[in-house]
């Protein structure tokens, strides 16, 4: 699975680092991995469904963890949905982290026709919620638009529902789908591959989300590799319609094999 | 259709009275149509769904009204869960309304095997859903159980999602499927039905829930009534899978009805 490859798709949360409250820490070795796959010639984005901080400030947190990381390198929802607003002429309400708000400066957000829905973690009150709800139910078609569908992700205090769980309880109550941004997406991976300028068949995505990352990326072409660390389980080995094309203990590991390979 | 009746279901909000947090208001001449259903010889059962309040607090707040009712004639999600809880051995963590939690005093919760969710309101918060989720991902085989599965209802100051939506969420993150209790419950009806001593068959249901009240009293084989007052809406005669055995503008004229037929 590791030949022929000129670049790689590296989630983030749960394979560079464990993402919490704190701000999160390094996974072992990860930092070092970054560096080799620069240093090896390999084309290298960064793809993930983060949202609950500007790229800006993402890419900040990550750089002061030591990991050589630059805005253009990082593909992102929150971009993808600015894009996708644009061009449907769509006024968002926004129920999103309130550090994720300002990717949305440009965005006219007067009088919403539609809702976009991320992480908003502290945000996802019961009166936000109900906000958001009322005024998808008050559109002829309710239009909800999802930065991701994730169900949960582990932080250093614990799992938390992530926007995924959230989606579907408005898809629910007002009887609507959302439409999805980011992983598993396939427009959101071309783009990142696009990024990169490498077709999907010399492509290796690295996550941690067996669905998400893995699942997406293989409905793309790209080969996928889950790494045993962030919200990796046990009982991901089994999933009755993924497989991966290897597991890997972390991302070292898989940088070790591919590098090998070149 | 009016024929051959025995008894009465009836359900509460939407039919009795409009709810709100004022505490809502009785629907015109429905406190004098439970009175003459009571003088008519006919066995009555009331079957709601609430879970924001215990059947005593529920009840009394009823009779403040006017309505002549006690707690024996309410048939309420949150006993009939207790009763499923006491037969398969089931400690709940419970997600649900402040005013709901004396209903399950005689429940062991120590050490938790399942998940209880009501209309919580207030209570739905992004913790308290984290925590509920803890503990339904920490077991093999995640237990949710459900009291409703309602997707909105309308109080005075707006509409607000219903429990049905953050089961959804659960549901979603923990890819478990909810045990509803409550309407449309086949159990639950039947239940209801065995309080009356009447069979299905001699039984009407009237509600304002063309699918809830409706759709799952004729599932057991009873006739249904809708109401035209609380949350009906006329497109809910256009339902693409429910019909009711009649429409009624309220209780005051189902009942008319009824008891010219005796």
């Not at 390094?26 to 609950?52: H, M």
Request: overall charge negative; hydrophobic content about 40%; proline content about 5%.
């Amino acid at each position: 699975w590791a030949r022929a490859v000129r670049g790689l798709l590296l989630d983030v949360s749960g394979v560079l680092y464990d993402s919490g409250s704190d701000g999160g820490v390094p996974i072992a070795g990860s930092v070092e991995a970054v560096r080799r796959i620069k240093a090896s010639g390999l084309k290298l984005q960064f793809c993930t469904n983060e949202t609950q901080a500007t790229r800006e400030g993402f890419v900040k947190k990550l750089q002061a963890m030591g990991f050589d990381i630059s805005v253009a390198e990082v593909t992102a929802p929150a971009p993808a949905a600015c894009r996708i607003l644009k061009e449907r002429s769509l006024r968002p309400h926004l129920l999103v982290h309130n550090d994720l708000v300002p990717e949305f400066a440009e965005i006219d957000k007067t009088n919403p026709n539609c809702v976009v829905i991320g992480d908003a973690a502290e945000n996802f009150t019961y009166a936000n919620l109900n906000e958001a709800f009322r005024v998808l139910i008050g559109m002829e078609k309710p239009v909800l638009i999802s930065l991701g569908k994730g169900r949960y992700y582990k932080e250093t205090d614990g799992l938390k529902l992530d926007v995924g769980a959230y989606m579907k309880a408005l898809e629910y109550a007002c009887d609507a789908q959302a439409e999805v941004v980011g992983k598993p997406a396939k427009m959101f991976f071309e783009s990142a591959l696009a990024e990169m300028g490498v077709p999907p068949q010399q492509a290796i995505m690295i996550g941690d989300d067996i669905v998400n990352d893995v699942g997406g990326a293989q409905q793309c072409g790209m080969r996928a590799l889950q790494v045993r660390t962030g919200k990796y389980r046990p009982c991901d080995e089994n999933h009755p319609h993924v497989k991966p094309d290897a597991y890997v203990n972390n991302l070292a590991e898989a940088v070790d094999i591919i590098l090998q390979q070149l």
